[in-house]
């Protein structure tokens, strides 16, 4: 495209100098005939002259060879004169019209190929210096479109760039989230991650507490954010700052300039503070919190830095609230463990205490605790011991949801106890445990079924009477045959009055 604007003035140069040379020529041609002409006029005239010569005293021929010689000289000399005046006439002419279009065509074609300084000197009051004033002119209007294009080319790259940023620490927050089992070790890495990814001066996470009146810091970056949370620090929800205004109203909130701001809350600890933004953290409908950054630039912020950071924002309290839910499940469980194991510890505590052994030919009750047994009983943890000189023993407890139920005790003779032998016994342990608790359960689900049929017949039975000295002579008659009482008294609340 550079050779273009080129390509034509060169055609005009070339046009103009033709031009110029063209009418010199022209001139020049006529100024030759004319020459010719009077020359061959004089030479017809010297003929007459010849002839008329012939006779003519000497001074009279002198008088004519003057007059001859003049005519030649002074014709001549206007020629002369008259063809320098024309050639310096087009040298000035072909200066003064193709040297600036020459010039004009280099700077067109130098600011064509990209050298957008490129201006044309102007030395010329003629139409040639106003073409070079309007060319200036373009050219710095040109240039300045550039330089603004650039810069908006530049501007809009950043932006791009800022964006990308953003989206990607999403992604990576959202990644974070989704792997973190740790409350604080979520919130402490999502604020270190913002901070240093976008180049913020302070990032913080606030949460409400349990009735919902302050605003607490739970997380933060720096030195500044670790002396915080040290304090406790915390903001009334609707009264102290722009995380007060977000937590209490739901939306998010930019501060363009804390100078101007009224809401703005000045924390001595952060004064390079400049701008800030404040986003809302939803989660099941509700607020839980929020996310606020800070800049030490001013205008650092714009509603599509609030846009995906509130996308940023929303990822987050989902995060924090699916780790709270999973830690109250957690804890829920170990409460219920928790009872769980106290109810299976009493139940098999109510149990008559009893024991076993197998000595190579049948099984018979024992009553004695050896010491190993009692160990592992109160550790909770399988014991080996030596029993005799060539005698190991091996107690193993029985344990159900951590509470043991009982021990296993075996003696071996000859070889130690081996890793081996340990883990089998265990094992045997655990299966036994769950059929002692399956056993036991079926006790008293029968035992249970068995009281309530028999509250049932009673309870129909009683049913049946038809005044109360019946109804009174079948409970206390069907009371004892059930629970195997020879005697069953009922009294009345009025007789024991009286016997008072």
Do not use: C
């Not at 919902?212 to 933060?220: F, I, K, N, S, T």
């Not at 011991?385 to 060539?390: E, I, P, Q, V, Y």
Request: hydrophobic share 45%.
């Amino acid at each position: 495209m550079s050779q273009v604007p080129r390509s034509i003035l060169t055609e005009h140069v070339t046009s103009i100098r033709a031009r110029l040379i063209g009418s010199t020529l022209i001139v020049l041609a006529v100024l030759g005939l004319t020459v010719i002409l009077y020359s061959a006029t004089l030479s017809r005239l010297n003929q007459a002259v010849a002839v008329l010569e012939a006779g003519q005293p000497a001074a009279v021929l002198a008088e004519v060879r003057e007059a001859q010689y003049a005519m030649w000289l002074i014709p001549a000399v206007w020629a002369l004169l008259i063809a320098a005046t024309l050639l310096v006439a087009a040298l000035i002419n072909i200066h003064s019209v193709a040297w600036p279009v020459e010039r004009l065509t280099d700077a067109v074609s130098r600011f064509a190929a990209g050298h957008l300084d490129e201006r044309v000197r102007i030395e010329w009051a003629d139409e040639f210096g106003r073409l070079g004033e309007a060319f200036n002119e373009m050219a710095d209007r040109l240039q300045v479109a550039y330089v603004e294009l650039e810069q908006r080319v530049a501007e809009r790259t950043r932006n791009l760039e800022r964006r990308s940023v953003q989206l990607q620490v999403a992604a990576e927050v959202a990644r974070d989230a989704t792997a973190a089992r740790d409350l604080d070790e979520l919130l402490n890495g999502a604020v270190n991650l913002i901070r240093d990814r976008f180049g913020f001066y302070h990032a913080g996470i606030f949460l409400l507490d349990d009735r919902g009146e302050y605003a607490v810091l739970r997380a933060a970056t720096g030195e500044a954010g670790s002396q915080m949370l040290e304090r406790g620090h915390r903001l009334k929800v609707g009264q102290v700052g722009i995380v007060g205004y977000v937590t209490a109203t739901g939306l998010s909130r930019i501060v363009l300039d804390v100078g101007e701001d009224a809401v703005y809350f000045d924390n001595p600890l952060l004064p390079e503070t400049r701008s800030e933004m404040a986003l809302p953290l939803h989660a099941g409908g509700k607020i839980i919190g929020a996310l606020d950054v800070q800049s030490r630039e001013p205008e650092a912020f714009d509603e599509e830095d609030v846009a995906i950071s509130q996308t940023m924002a929303d990822q987050l309290a989902v995060a924090i609230q699916n780790i709270r839910l999973l830690q109250e499940t957690q804890r829920t469980v170990r409460e219920l463990q928790a009872i769980s194991g106290r109810y299976t510890q009493e139940a098999w505590r109510a149990e008559q205490s009893r024991g076993y052994r197998y000595r190579g030919l049948g099984v018979e009750p024992v009553s004695e605790q050896p010491p190993e047994v009692r160990q592992a009983w109160l550790e909770g943890q399988p014991v080996i011991s030596g029993a005799g000189d060539t005698v190991n023993a091996l107690a193993v407890p029985v344990k159900l949801r951590d509470q043991v139920m009982g021990v296993l005790d075996l003696h071996f003779e000859g070889e130690p106890v081996s890793p081996e032998t340990v883990s089998l016994v265990e094992e045997v342990a655990d299966r036994l445990a769950l059929a002692m608790e399956s056993a036991r359960l079926f006790e008293e689900t029968q035992s249970r079924a068995r009281r309530e049929r028999t509250i049932r017949k009673i309870t129909e039975q009683m049913r049946r009477a038809v005044d109360v000295e019946t109804i009174l002579q079948t409970t206390i008659t069907r009371l004892g045959e059930a629970v195997g009482a020879p005697r069953v008294y009922v009294r009345l609340g009025a007789e024991v009055e009286n016997e008072k």
